[in-house]
């Protein structure tokens, strides 16, 4: 036993000492890999970026999807000074003159861009609803701050930071010059006209096959409708502003068909038709229909069950004249809302926001849907709100009669909470909502 | 035995001396250290020598998403309101109190940071933020991007916001009477938008949000006796007979808190800033 035990512990000591003798002799030995300060690969990322966006001769075009629907598109000009000049389809003025406002980049978790001073960009984030037309407190649901997540040499992919909107940056070319962007926005006002057709619904055809289509210019979204009426398929898309035509973001797929852009619209205003290229190759025109190419007859359910604020910028539109009722001339128009269960005992309301968002006045009543695709506004308990003074208050009546006339509208969503409701009785009546 | 524990002594002593190195420090200089930094423009010279070089008071005015409430939309100034704001928060804040309190003043009472916010903060509750003091060191005023000089109710609602705020900086460090204590706290309430100014106003506070609490209630009657002015007051309190012990209460312990905490005239601190509105809202002749 104890002879057992004095062995045991000289072959401990041993052990020990060759133990110790091995890592003496290894303890240095070492390969130096040549790490780098995550600081310093930063610097170089943030240096890297901002040469990159300083020095695109004619700027970047920016295409901007924001979280909450619709597409916008915009040209940035980078300095070196932390200086960004900005031009914006949003309307004619945004896209003609720039305003120069401040960028930086900063070294967040990823890397990101800070439009960091108010510029129109900011304006689809105003949580204030008479400047981004969206919901008070949220704006249009987009971003002014951007993780930089992919950069090739011409084209950089950007996601918000706070609601994760999409940003792409793509090298402007020659002649995508200083008139591009008011260029791109006049195309698109030009490609407007067929929402000024007599009627609502418009098709499409393309070879053989043939959709009904509804290009919605306000949010920049391009709708196809098809199937059968127990079948209905509906396919929405963003699209991005050029001078020739729009380009899909999600390209539409049918079978042997892809539609990856709409170029060379040629409008007839008057014969109520525009011919067109699908993809700049194939040859395509469209048509417009007194009656509805398709019926979809959960749209009228799904909107009203969405807990969402419907937002008008026209009201009524008919036979190809927006706001026929002019309710924009209303002093301190902002908006037309439709808010399904306004009131707690489930009635709606129409609410024209004027007064720069300090009066609202407007239908109250039911909302009703049936299978069939149709949704009528009945119950009707008469106008509430501020009277807006006599010259102004016909406008609202009239908007209201239309309103609850109980052949009802028919619903086509043309994208992310947008909808457009078109009168059954009337084709020519309908009224844009996002 | 002696000797193992010499070779092991010795092999240690070995070990250690082996792996002595000198690597030199990093120089790389760490990302966002001391802020971030960007290419001075007309603005950052404007703030340089009006609020960092005589209070050392920062202001932060392109977006920082830190600085405010993370889960809220907001957006940043515009830039062409950055100075007009900042002008009159030196001309009708600053300098009155500079004026009455002495050169020091500011500096005893010092606010660390503004920070600029181009629209109201939007509250669940539908009410809108228009500006908070945090800590009796930072104010952030909100809807900047709203302001116009000539605009004399955007200029009163800006200034209001202030004072309020630097008023709460000023209770945060010394704190108001305890008389104040009991003089409406049966009006106090979480939910005080559900009353108009008129409705509080019967009942003894001088805006709806005097009736968030009582410290709300004592910076929104310092703010409404500075900015609103004393006329208004006189016509609240003219209008609601039944309560107007309680507002001239109010209005004396006001004039008593800065005359013993503050040492300064209350009444001269109106008239001046009063004659600051006065030269910002109409136009030089």
Redesign the interface.
């Known amino acids: 036993m104890q002879a057992s035990m004095l062995l045991n512990n000289l072959r401990m000591?041993k052990i020990?000492?060759y133990g110790?003798?091995l890592?003496?002799a290894t303890?240095?030995k070492k390969q130096e890999v040549a790490w780098e300060?995550p600081?310093?690969k930063?610097?170089e990322l943030?240096a890297q970026y901002e040469t990159q966006l300083t020095t695109a001769p004619n700027g970047w075009i920016g295409y901007l999807f924001p979280e909450g629907g619709g597409g916008y598109t915009f040209k940035f000009v980078f300095t070196?000074?932390?200086?960004v000049r900005t031009q914006a389809a949003m309307n004619a003025a945004y896209a003609t003159t720039a305003k120069e406002?401040?960028y930086?980049l900063?070294?967040t978790q990823v890397i990101s861009l800070?439009?960091?001073?108010?510029s129109y960009l900011?304006e689809l984030?105003?949580?204030?609803p008479a400047?981004s037309g969206g919901a008070?407190?949220?704006?249009l649901?987009s971003d002014?701050?951007f993780s930089i997540l992919n950069v090739s040499p011409d084209t950089l992919r950007l996601k918000g930071?706070?609601n994760g909107s999409e940003l792409l940056l793509v090298r402007a070319n020659a002649n995508q010059g200083a008139d591009y962007i008011e260029r791109a926005f006049l195309y698109n006002q030009y490609v407007n006209e067929v929402n000024g057709f007599s009627n609502y619904f418009n098709k499409i055809e393309i070879a053989d096959r043939t959709y009904g289509i509804t290009i919605n210019t306000e949010i920049n979204t391009v709708s196809f409708y098809y199937g059968s009426d127990d079948d209905f398929k509906r396919f929405n898309t963003e699209y991005a502003v050029a001078d020739d035509g729009i380009i899909l973001r999600t390209p539409f797929n049918d079978g042997a068909l892809t539609i990856t852009s709409l170029n060379d619209f040629d409008i007839e205003p008057d014969e109520y038709r525009a011919t067109l290229k699908v993809n700049d190759e194939i040859d395509a025109v469209i048509l417009n229909l007194p009656e509805p190419f398709i019926i979809d007859r959960d749209a009228p359910r799904r909107m009203y069950i969405e807990s969402y604020v419907y937002s008008s910028s026209t009201g009524v539109n008919f036979s190809g004249t927006f706001d026929i009722f002019d309710v924009r001339s209303i002093p301190g128009f902002v908006r037309m809302v439709y808010e399904p269960r306004y009131y707690v005992d489930n009635y709606d309301i129409l609410f024209t926001v004027f007064n720069n968002g300090a009066n609202t006045v407007g239908p109250v009543f039911r909302t009703a849907f049936n299978s069939e695709g149709i949704m009528d506004f009945s119950n009707y308990l008469g106008l509430s709100g501020t009277n807006p003074g006599a010259a102004h208050l016909p406008k609202i009546q009239n908007t209201a009669a239309i309103w609850t006339d109980p052949e009802g509208f028919y619903a086509y969503q043309t994208g992310k909470n947008a909808y457009d409701l078109v009168s059954v009785s009337d084709g020519r009546i309908w009224i844009r909502f996002r | 035995m002696k000797k193992?524990i010499l070779?092991?002594q010795v092999?240690?002593v070995?070990?250690v001396l082996?792996?002595q190195k000198s690597d030199e420090l990093?120089t790389?200089?760490?990302?966002?250290l001391g802020g971030?930094v960007?290419?001075p423009?007309e603005i950052d010279a404007f703030i340089e020598d009006n609020f960092i070089k005589t209070y050392n008071i920062e202001v932060k005015?392109?977006?920082?998403?830190y600085e405010v409430n993370?889960n809220?939309?907001?957006?940043?100034?515009?830039?062409e309101r950055v100075i007009p704001v900042l002008e009159a928060v030196r001309d009708i804040w600053m300098k009155p109190y500079e004026k009455l309190g002495g050169g020091g003043f500011l500096k005893t009472y010092a606010l660390s940071k503004f920070v600029l916010v181009?629209?109201?903060?939007?509250?669940?509750n539908g009410t809108i933020i228009l500006g908070t003091a945090e800590g009796g060191t930072k104010i952030t005023l909100f809807v900047v991007?709203d302001f116009e000089p000539t605009n004399r109710a955007e200029v009163i609602r800006m200034l209001h916001t202030i004072h309020h705020e630097f008023a709460h900086i000023l209770h945060q460090t010394i704190d108001y009477p305890q008389a104040w204590r009991g003089l409406s706290s049966q009006w106090y309430t979480a939910t005080w938008f559900n009353s108009t100014n008129a409705q509080a106003n019967a009942q003894g506070l001088i805006t709806a949000y005097a009736k968030a609490a009582e410290r709300e209630d004592f910076v929104e009657t310092i703010a409404f006796l500075l900015v609103e002015g004393q006329a208004a007051f006189d016509a609240v309190v003219a209008a609601n007979p039944d309560v107007a012990n309680i507002f001239r209460t109010k209005e004396e312990l006001v004039v008593s808190y800065y005359r013993d905490v503050l040492n300064i005239d209350f009444r001269e601190l109106q008239a001046e800033v009063s004659a600051a509105i006065q030269s910002i809202t109409a136009p030089q002749s």
């Open positions: 000591k020990i000492g110790l003798l890592l003496t303890a240095c300060r600081d310093k930063l610097g943030i070196p000074d932390n200086r406002s401040s930086r900063k070294a800070y439009f960091d001073s108010y900011h984030s105003d949580p204030d400047k008070a407190g949220q704006g649901v002014f701050e930071n706070l | 193992i070779i092991v092999l240690i070995f070990s082996s792996c990093p790389d200089p760490i990302i966002g971030d960007w290419v423009g005015y392109k977006w920082d998403p993370y809220r939309t907001l957006v940043p100034p515009d830039e181009g629209s109201a903060e939007y509250q669940s991007n």
